[in-house]
């Protein structure tokens, strides 16, 4: 298989990442924060650097963030479905604080050269029960009782939390997979399963030209959250997945031009390039 001979688009991701977990959880020190703006990703409501609040407070104690103020909740809601529906998971490959976490620890364990454990097929229908199940887990009780990402985000912005035991308990675990498997708490994400739906109806779209590829599967080989159809299917010119988090991983790897391609409202904006091979 030829490989890759740059990683531009990664290096170009790492950037906005670092910048939007700037933005979204230290800049409110210096430029102010603001509550009242909500976006789609996963941020501890307790890390109060941020200029904006990430979904969590929506998320938080659902019932009742919905009783206390109806019009400011139904307002949230919807400002981040339409957020989503423009430009889908974009939110979790370019600005997810959380994301960006794990595509750290992806990072240092390549550099590492620890090899990640490739989570079998037939265990995908039990991580979506999982996803689904804490879907309707924080729909009901209080999610910050078992989310592990309060160790993480609030941490990093300079406070402690003191949380309860089973949320430790879940941040260990949730370290472990993340050191194990790329991507493992988006696997989980309730916030990524509820994106995911409108996924594949966003402006953004994931697509394939199935003449064009040569089924090397180096596309997914590199998916972190290991979507089957990039590499799969032929037939489809639109290849969008719910879980797909539009790392563009898949594009930078492809070795055959245009066999890949990323468009946004339908303006062709990446594309896989023929690769030559390194000496
Ligand atoms: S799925 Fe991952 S990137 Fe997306 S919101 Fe959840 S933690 Fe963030
Ligand atoms: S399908 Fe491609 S863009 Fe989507 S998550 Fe996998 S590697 Fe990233
Ligand atoms: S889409 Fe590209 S990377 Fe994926 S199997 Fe086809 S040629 Fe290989």
Known sequence: MNKMKNNNITLFRFAIMALAFFIFSFAGYWIGANTTV????????YASGGTTRGACIVLIDFNKNMGANFNRFMFSVVGCIISVLLIGRLWCGYTCPVGFFQDIITWIRQKLKITQINIPQEAKPIITLAKWYLVFYILFYDLCKVCPIQ?????????????????????????????????AFCR????????????????????????????????????????????????????????????????????????????????????????VKEK
């Not at 989980?188 to 590829?213: E, F, Q």
């Open 38 to 45: 909500i976006v789609p990703v996963f941020n501890c409501e």
């Open 151 to 183: 160790f993480f985000t609030v941490p990093a912005t300079g406070f402690t939390s003191g949380t309860s035991s089973t949320a430790y308990m879940w941040a260990v675990v949730m370290c472990v997979a993340i050191i194990l498997s790329d991507r």
């Open 188 to 275: 989980v994400c309730p916030l990524g399963a509820m994106m995911g739906v409108v996924n594949r109806i966003s402006g953004a779209r994931l697509k394939k030209c199935g003449s064009a590829c040569t089924h090397c599967r180096a596309c997914l080989e590199v998916c972190p959250v290991d979507i089957q159809e990039v590499y799969e299917d032929r037939e489809n010119e639109d290849i969008t997945h719910p879980d797909c988090v539009y790392c563009m991983k898949c594009i930078e790897v492809c070795p055959e031009k245009d066999a890949l391609y990323f468009e946004l409202f339908g303006i062709k904006l990446l594309k896989s390039k023929r690769m």
